[in-house]
């Protein structure tokens, strides 16, 4: 089993989006996404950072239950709550389910969204990162912590010091005890499911219904 864990820069309930019975990684982490290392039953774990002012916390872990290709997970029944409405509520506006292929003319649409520019016209850059993933990651089996992030546990020190994890810039493959050690503390200490709202959503100054 593979323990894939970086840190994350910001957290708007998109990358991933916890939202809807299923914790679903769509856009952003295309190295994760696209892997032919990546199995069904790996976890993929998100820390905290100093951008974020939660360095040595865990913002969320999901173990990878199914691997949807980008190009199905727009029409699939399952995730269309996920599609993103701008003028809606946070959960709404930060929907992951935005891309799908145009076979007629043989290239991605995006739709308006939080990788959008303004007014609703493509970002390219944000086009071309995500579908490069070619995968959305589903799980059931998710522990979402938001803004309520944990403090990582002491043995997890054993794996990579305090001063390696604050350095820590790329996705790194834990070693499988310490991922197993890890879930497993979860599983005992937590219940399956969201904690908390996304650590950024605070930056949204006014009162929108979530």
Known sequence: MNYYFYKMEHDYGLA???FHGYCTLTVCKSQIRKSRRLEIGDWIIGAGSVA?????????AMQVEEKVLLKNYWSDPRFQ?????INGSLVQMYGDN???FDIHNNKWIQE??????IKGRTNSDHLKRDVSGENALIS???YYFGENSIQ????????MSKEKLRKLRNIKLLEENIGDNLITWMNQNYEVGIHGDPVNWKVHLSNKEI
């Open 140 to 142: 059931k089996k998710f």
């Open 16 to 18: 991933p989006n916890p």
């Open 52 to 60: 974020l002012n939660n360095l040595y916390t865990i913002i969320f």
């Open 152 to 159: 990582i546990p002491d043995f997890f020190y054993t794996e």
């Open 112 to 117: 308006n969204s939080a990788h959008s520019k």
């Open 81 to 85: 709550d996920k599609k993103p409405i």
């Open 98 to 100: 935005f891309y799908h």
